[in-house]
């Protein structure tokens, strides 16, 4: 969406990256929390989301700020990084500077390289044109890389000689560098010196401006599920990043193949503040009110009734029953 009458919306930005490499501890030395250090065994087992405030003209709090999603990298969680990504503007692949690119690193890649064609392909379509990159091409999903873990290398030297062995080693997957004459920027950081983390702000911010990401903030709300579960003293809770118009509590939501009437809506975890009144695009946000736990992954829309969210999460049910019913005869 890029009609100028919209107003921007915050950037999303997909953490992602092999075990380990220090996603959380980057994100926790970025916005000065401590979500990694309260992590059974160290790992990542959900997707995190919270808000990065932006910065005014005179550096206090204001303008958009940036949405971030945490992604596990255990090889485990494949699916969870997927929901991360489905609502991504921007992903930022972490890739420690000590070990390189391994496989969870490689299959962020694979991802990136099949979404970029598919939109390639439509991108094509709508032009009637026949294979071949086109002009004027953009993906919608942009890619930056953050080297972490700098302070492990002793010097410039070192520094240097791991961020030419990174990039010989995407640009091997088609991803080019700026050094190396693309436009993917490589940023070196440290999450333990905070080295190199205001540049990555920055750069963060930059690439979002010039996407110019836009959304209507009046229409019925729209949003992917992020996650789902029984929360202590909430009950029934699910995740949700907003990516159109907006969700008050009493609006009647589809989600996936649930529905219900939102009760309340929470920031997201994590992250300070009571009950929010309305969310808006890109905002993380937890709802609660649903009757049963819908799957992340799907999306949750806002619709006028409680007759139409019923046949509509009822038709849904039903051509996922049927979807399977297929999928088990042809196998
Ligand atoms: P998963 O979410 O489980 O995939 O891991 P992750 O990528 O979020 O990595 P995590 O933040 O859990 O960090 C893994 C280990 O690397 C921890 O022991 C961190 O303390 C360490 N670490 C992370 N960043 C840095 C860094 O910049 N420098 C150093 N020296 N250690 C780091
Ligand atoms: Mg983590
Ligand atoms: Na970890």
């Not at 959380?24 to 808000?51: C, K, M, N």
């Not at 206090?60 to 949405?67: A, F, P, R, V, W």
């Not at 080295?195 to 209507?216: F, I, N, S």
């Not at 808006?280 to 806002?302: A, H, K, N, W």
Request: one cysteine or more; a negative charge; aromatic letters at 4%.
């Amino acid at each position: 969406g890029r009609r100028v009458e919209w107003p921007l919306r915050p950037p999303v930005v997909c953490v992602m990256g092999h075990v380990d490499h220090g996603k959380t501890t980057l994100l926790d030395a970025l916005r000065q929390s401590r979500v990694a250090a309260a992590e059974a065994g160290g790992i990542t087992q959900r997707l995190g989301a919270f808000h990065i405030p932006g910065v005014g003209e005179g550096g206090e709090e204001g303008g958009l700020g940036i949405t971030v999603l945490d992604t596990p990298g255990h090889a485990a969680f494949r699916a969870m990084r997927m929901h991360g990504a489905l609502a991504t503007d921007i992903v930022l692949l972490v890739v420690s500077a000590t070990d390189g690119l391994q496989e969870q690193t490689l299959e962020v890649l694979r991802m990136l390289e099949e979404q970029w064609a598919e939109e390639e392909e439509d991108f094509c379509m709508q032009r009637g044109g026949e294979g071949g990159k086109m002009e004027g091409f953009s993906p919608s999903l942009s890619l930056m890389v953050a080297v972490t873990k700098v302070d492990k290398l002793h010097g410039e030297e070192e520094v240097q000689t791991a961020l030419y062995k990174i990039e010989h080693a995407l640009a091997a997957h088609g991803i080019m560098s700026e050094a190396l004459g693309g436009d993917v920027q490589v940023v070196p950081v440290s999450a333990v010196t905070g080295a190199g983390l205001p540049d990555l702000l920055d750069r963060v911010r930059l690439q979002a401006e010039m996407l110019e990401l836009r959304a209507d903030r009046e229409g019925p709300g729209e949003g992917v599920i992020l996650d789902a579960g029984m929360e202590k003293g909430l009950g029934m809770v699910m995740s949700v990043l907003m990516r159109w118009g907006s969700l008050a509590p009493g609006d009647v939501v589809v989600a996936g193949e649930q529905w219900g009437r939102v009760k309340k809506i929470l920031g997201a975890r994590n992250s300070p503040g009571g009950p929010v009144d309305r969310a808006l695009p890109s905002m993380p946000v937890r709802v609660l009110g649903l009757r049963d736990l819908p799957t992340p992954g799907q999306e949750v829309i806002v619709v006028k009734s409680e007759e139409r969210a019923e046949a509509v999460a009822k038709a849904r049910r039903e051509a996922a029953e049927r979807r399977r019913y297929q999928e088990t005869a042809a196998t």
